[in-house]
């Protein structure tokens, strides 16, 4: 049982003023349909990762003398991996890089590495693979003279894609003992004298050199070569299979990683186990030439992945199914988000099905947040979502820093806005600065990451917080065993119409408006729902006291 209550502000000083504070960063609901652990938050540019509990109170926290790359985990051993910002002379791409950091529980720096010179550069993502070494997302630089070689029609330099598998050594070094290079896989229906001539969409298992206009990279560079601005990158251990995100070609990819680099910069029609070439591609088949404009499914989208091996995702998922957040640039209807679940057409080779001339299924989602597209909801860049344990979704809002869970059926049961930004922590009260999130994830509280480590919570993130009675199940806090504390839980706070209400012990409760005029008084010893339709938006002051004699009293507030 969690209480699962926001105080908004104390109880005297609402008395004395009748103003209510409405929380603007932070924790802003937590109720027991939420999956309780421990959630990993690190804002972009921000030079602090937070973990903090689902009351939004820290239990451990990371310091860098570098700002955030973009992405960040909590590993198996207790220690944090992040990305971070180093300077480059060449690209200036959004989510630049180019250094890993790894951090002991305890804020040890104990590994660092840099891939950032004039040839190559890490932006955005990494992913951890069983035997401890990283699999990183490169641009790599190739000049106008070598594209237009290979049949691109255009005069500027492009960025392609690479993948390094980095062996870590020491405790500032790596060893790279993989590799794969988009630029090796590459097809053009220009020129017939040269070696990668072909129809686009004969040969969907590599990329049309001449797809896709350039865009703005930075601010040192309005015309960036930043071609495909992939994002994200994930692993499949069962599979061997590594999946790539593009956000300007609106697909994501999935590679063989089982080949050799040699055998991976070989083109062989992208069979499983032979080449490098793509295994599987999916969100606009216009890009490989089987598909119109209104083909297209992803737009702008993050971080797809495949949730059997996603932490708490469960066997019960299959190896093909992937969730992602389609941040709903370009939609047609206007820019909308949402949060989608796919199942991939794997075969039992490996190989991903694709019938002749067809583009690659499925035709649709499985699952999509909002079930009706919302303009509301709306993150025009970064962003995620994770799958829970208990079959929730954790959506990484990342715009705007907002982190919230819903319900398979849409029904949000937990809400945080990101308190930091690259200045340091917030102010309660005040509107978010800065405070853009990449992704988040919650670790639940069997993770190994967490296993013998000390996790009593602190206070919030942010500066100033308002008091809160709020406490979680990892405390072991079980109201109706307890003889001492009210058994009283209740939420969500704010509400909208309709307030829910539960006691494990005879209660009774009393609502009163802001003129301490006595709106309702009940009995209850159950889970009620009170529809509260005809309150007007503003607050109010509920009391109670059980039948062992404790008293309380909070503020909630109507929207």
């Known amino acids: 049982m969690r209480t699962i209550t926001i105080l908004t502000l104390l109880l005297g000083a609402f008395l004395t003023s009748g103003l209510a504070q409405t929380p603007t960063i932070g924790l802003i609901q937590n109720t027991p349909e939420s999956f309780d652990g421990y959630t990993l938050v690190s804002a972009n540019s ?22 955030m790359g ?27 890089g180019g250094r890993l950091e790894r951090f002991s529980w305890d804020g040890v720096l104990e590994w660092s590495f840099d891939y950032a010179s004039e040839e190559a550069h890490h932006h955005h993502d990494m992913a951890v693979l069983p035997n401890g070494n990283i699999l990183l997302i490169a641009w790599e630089y190739h000049s106008n003279e070598e594209a237009q070689a290979l049949g691109r029609l255009g005069d500027s330099p492009l960025w392609p894609p690479q993948i390094v ?29 040269l070696p990668n001539y072909g129809e686009p969409a004969d040969f969907p298992h590599r990329f049309d050199i001449n797809y896709e206009s350039l865009g703005g990279g930075g601010p040192m560079s309005q015309n960036s070569g930043d071609w495909f601005h992939c994002n994200a990158i994930h692993y499949n251990a069962t599979l061997d299979q590594i999946m790539l995100n593009s956000r300007r070609w609106n697909e994501f990819y999935i590679i063989d990683h089982s080949t050799t680099s040699d055998e991976a910069a ?7 186990g032979q080449g490098g070439d793509v295994l599987y591609r999916w969100g606009n088949p216009e890009a490989y030439g089987r598909g119109e404009v209104e083909d297209r499914q992803l737009f702008g989208q993050h971080d797809p992945h495949w949730i059997h091996y996603e932490e708490g995702g469960g066997s019960e998922f299959p190896l093909s199914t992937v969730l992602l957040f389609n941040n709903g640039a370009s939609r047609p209807g206007g820019p909308r988000s949402s949060v989608d679940e796919l199942t991939l057409p794997l075969l039992d080779n490996g190989s991903y099905l694709l019938l002749e001339g067809e583009a690659f ?62 200045f340091g922590p917030n102010t309660q009260g005040n509107e978010p600065l800065q405070n853009g999130t990449f992704r988040a994830y919650r670790y639940g509280p069997d993770y190994p990451g967490l296993a013998g480590r000390e996790l009593t919570p602190g206070d919030p993130v942010e500066l100033a917080p308002y008091p809160s009675d709020c406490t979680t199940t990892s405390e072991g806090t079980d109201l ?56 007007p938006a503003g607050s109010y002051i509920l009391k109670w006291e059980d039948a062992i004699g404790n008293v309380g009293s909070t503020v909630i507030l109507k929207l």
């Open 70 to 96: 973009e992405s960040s985990y909590l590993l198996e051993d207790g220690s944090l991996l992040r990305t971070a910002r180093v300077a480059g002379s060449v690209f200036f791409g959004g989510g630049i």
């Open 266 to 272: 070989s083109s062989s029609g992208g069979a499983a």
């Open 480 to 535: 109706s065993n307890d003889p001492v504390l009210p058994a009283i839980s209740f939420g969500p706070i704010p509400f909208s119409n309709h307030f829910r209400i539960q006691a494990t012990r005879p209660t009774h409760i009393a609502l009163f408006d802001a003129m301490g005029r006595s709106l309702l008084r009940e009995n209850i010893h159950e889970t009620m729902t009170f529809t509260w339709e005809h309150l």
């Open 46 to 67: 921000a030079t602090q990762s937070h973990l903090i509990d689902n009351c939004g109170r820290v239990v451990n926290q990371w310091e860098s003398d570098y700002r």
């Open 165 to 193: 598998e980095i062996e870590p050594v020491g405790t500032n070094g790596g060893n790279i003992v993989w590799e794969w290079h988009a630029w090796d896989h590459l097809i053009q229906d220009v020129d017939s004298n």
């Open 361 to 422: 299924g499925p035709s649709d989602f499985d699952w999509t947040y909002p079930a009706v597209l919302d303009p509301d909801f709306y993150s025009s860049f970064i962003s995620g979502a994770q799958r829970l344990p208990n079959g929730n979704t954790l959506v990484c809002e990342g715009d705007d820093g907002k982190l919230f869970e819903v319900t398979a059926t849409g029904e949000k049961v937990w809400e945080y806005i990101t308190a930091t930004s690259q």
